[in-house]
């Protein structure tokens, strides 16, 4: 096996078990290892540290799978890891009778790289780094025997892929296509997943609970959901007994996909929601200008800042949105806002808000804070895994 000799004091972070070696920590090579190929980390001084996936393409040069050096990482190994991530997801009873599940959230599970979600029978199965393409075979049986899911299709077109010289790859790794739609029900709501053209793996699992707490908040009110998707908020505001709901996005397939979730729900009164393909940014305006009000308003765009070298432009957009958001709540009107970006930290968004709500000349009140789901773990070592973070705001 081959070593990855790390420069001089560039092994703090692997002693505080963050999981990343990237490019400029790494000194040499020595002896050969293709992409995903297994390397033993080692420090200047010699001393092994960890062993990791070897990606030459990527700024991110190895993953570790494992900070016991003695370790072999091998099909027992994946077995072992992906069982202990299933593992996890059942211990949670709150987790107990839902059908759609993350499985396994990458690093925050020891498998960077490995994204697995859970619709019904069916699991779908994300590979972006080189470690992970390599050991595709290994992830696969390893989900079958912990899951019994005799379906699994894989959905590796992520861009983040091309980072790692690898191209996209989408297909069934384990049975065949079902003969009609996979449908999950969330907390009551039928809900199309269309894990072959949707994004990511079809479904956003991460905002599940944040979705039951729309319900809870929205009876009786004019709810706004912008960046709707396929309706998942939308339909919950609707559950909950809002009496209007207005959502938009820009893509009309995801819009077309949000009508037939709700016409798969007939315990919804379908007359309240109203779908509308735009911009968010020039609809909040026209909103504005028409002399709109809403008595809660969802803002749950796509990533803005995928890394932190993105993330003084990202700010500004999220600042415009959630100022807009502001200013169109009726008085004593709640805001649910949120990032995705990795570049944004849990307090740059909350300054961002803040700042928002600030120019907006409201007082706002933080009424909670907002993560992921609990089949989202983040790994301590490795804030990088949370992905999700949001606010609940009154604002008066
Ligand atoms: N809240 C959703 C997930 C949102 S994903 C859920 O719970 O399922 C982000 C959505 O934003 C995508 O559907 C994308 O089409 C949409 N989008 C991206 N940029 C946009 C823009 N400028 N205006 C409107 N929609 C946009």
Redesign the pocket.
Known sequence: MAELVLHPGKERSLLRRHPWIFDTAVARLAGHARPGDTVTVEGADGRPLAKAAWSPHSKIRARVWSFDTTATIDHAFFKRRVAEAVARRAALPELADQQGVRLIHAESDGLPGVIADKYGDTVVVQLTSAGAEKWRSAIADALQRATGCTRIYERSDSEVRGLEGLEPVTGWLHGDAPAGDITIAEHGVRMVVDIVGG?KTG??LD?RDN?RMLADLSQGKRVL?????????SLQALAGGAVRVLS????QP?LERAATNLALNPQLAAERAEWRC????D?LRQLKAAGETFDLI?L???KFAPSAAHAERASRAYKDINLLGCKLLAPDGMLMT?SCSGGIGVELFQKIVAGAALDSHRTARIVKRLQGSADHPVDLAFPEGEYLKGLLLQVE
Request: proline fraction near 7%; glycine fraction near 6%; include cysteine.
């Open positions: 994004h479904f956003y905002q979705r959901n912008c960046f709707c998707y396929t309706g998942g908020f938009i996005d820009s893509s995801a735009a911009n968010v940014f609809e969802v749950d765009p796509p949120y």
